[in-house]
């Protein structure tokens, strides 16, 4: 059975950090990209940041370029995305997924065929 379990959300002033991390089992980080999506009230799903171990390729949505950063740890089978600097508009429901990697970088939430919960982020201004 595959499972993707997201942890490490919370609330945090703007300017603040958080880290996520999306403990992954069932498969692993050499044959599947893990993307980062987010959820916020009314809006669609949003592609943040993904990363393929197998190739090194990591992706950022412009929004978060420079204040996140996404790495894995292949022994833990875990991603982590750390956030920085933190925007009330950041706040979202984020999504770790898995995919192909040959798909994964377009970062369309059709592609990618495995969900964790999802990890609350509220980013107080």
């Known amino acids: 059975e595959v499972q993707l379990v997201e942890s490490g959300g919370g609330l945090v002033q703007a300017g603040g950090s958080l880290r996520l991390s999306c403990a992954v089992s069932?498969?692993?980080?050499?044959?599947?990209?893990i993307g980062w999506f987010r959820q916020a009230p009314g809006k669609g799903r949003e592609g943040v940041s993904c990363i393929s171990s197998s190739d090194g390729y990591t992706y950022y949505a412009d929004s978060v370029k420079g204040r996140f950063t996404i790495s894995s740890d292949n022994a833990k089978n875990t991603v982590y995305l750390q956030m920085n600097s933190l925007e009330p508009e950041d706040t979202a429901v984020y999504y770790c997924?898995?995919?192909?990697?040959?798909?994964?970088?377009?970062?369309?939430?059709?592609?990618?065929?495995?969900w964790g919960q999802g990890a609350q982020v509220t980013v107080s201004s």
């Open positions: 997924a898995a995919a192909w990697p040959r798909v994964a970088t377009m970062m369309l939430p059709d592609d990618y065929d495995y």
């Open positions: 069932g498969i692993t980080l050499d044959d599947y990209a």
